[in-house]
T-cell receptor, first 114, second 113 residues
Framework: GAGVSQSPSNKVTEKGKDVELRCDPI?????LYWYRQRLGQGLEFLIY????????KSGLPSDRFSAERTGESVSTLTIQRTQQEDSAVYLC????????????FGPGTRLLVL | GQQLNQSPQSMFIQEGEDVSMNCTSS?????WLWYKQDPGEGPVLLIA?????ELTSNGRLTAQFGITRKDSFLNISASIPSDVGIYFC?????????????FGKGTLLTVNP
């Protein structure tokens, strides 16, 4: 079946603009995760959804970052008033449930803030 | 956030050589995972380890969950050019936030044909 998909694959924006990143999880996966990957770094946890609720938003770097999820489907990560330090690859993953369930990753959105 | 200590940062080897990389942590993890990331792609799970001391193989890959639950290693035998990529260790910590994966910084593997 289809894997996790993300759009856009690349995004170039100007400092101060808002951006919206989209994630389509694997059908039937109740858990969805957003991670950020800076150049040469490992993945940094941002937020976790179980269904459409977000029990853990602790990884969001600032109040400029927000995310929502519609049911057990699409999620959007919004970054307001982008800064250059927001430039990174934003990866989405989904899993059947939380805990030790295998997380399957999408290809990521490469964000460059000029 | 906390990251695992992964080494080496990079490796440049000849085709056919064996490779070993490892991760350590000051905290206990109850699951260790090894992912590979190709350029422009998301990480793909290679091996998952769920019990201390567990040794698991997947083709030419072998990984072990350390007895102390604070370390893991990944070995690749008889490397081939398509093994090129970034290898990440990751783990679930014990406790309430065990859905969250903590990642190492990755090992960049280059294989010279």
């Amino acid at each position: 079946g289809a894997g996790v998909s993300q759009s856009p694959s690349n995004k170039v924006t100007e400092k101060g603009k808002d951006v919206e990143l989209r994630c389509d999880p694997i059908s039937g996966h109740t858990a969805l995760y957003w991670y950020r990957q800076r150049l040469g770094q490992g993945l940094e946890f941002l937020i976790y959804f179980q269904g459409n609720s977000a029990p853990d938003k602790s990884g969001l770097p600032s109040d400029r970052f927000s995310a929502e999820r519609t049911g057990e489907s699409v999620s959007t990560l919004t970054i307001q008033r982008t800064q250059q330090e927001d430039s990174a690859v934003y990866l989405c993953a989904s899993s059947l449930g939380a805990g030790r369930e295998t997380q399957y990753f999408g290809p990521g959105t490469r964000l460059l803030v000029l | 956030g906390q990251q695992l200590n992964q080494s080496p940062q990079s490796m440049f080897i000849q085709e056919g050589e064996d490779v070993s990389m490892n991760c350590t942590s000051s905290s206990i993890f109850n699951t260790w995972l090894w992912y590979k990331q190709d350029p422009g792609e998301g990480p793909v799970l290679l091996i998952a380890l769920y019990k201390a001391g567990e040794l698991t193989s997947n083709g030419r890959l072998t990984a072990q969950f350390g007895i102390t639950r604070k370390d893991s290693f990944l070995n690749i035998s008889a490397s081939i050019p398509s093994d090129v990529g970034i290898y990440f260790c990751a783990g679930h910590r014990s406790g309430g936030s065990n859905y969250k994966l903590t990642f190492g910084k990755g090992t960049l593997l280059t294989v010279n044909p």
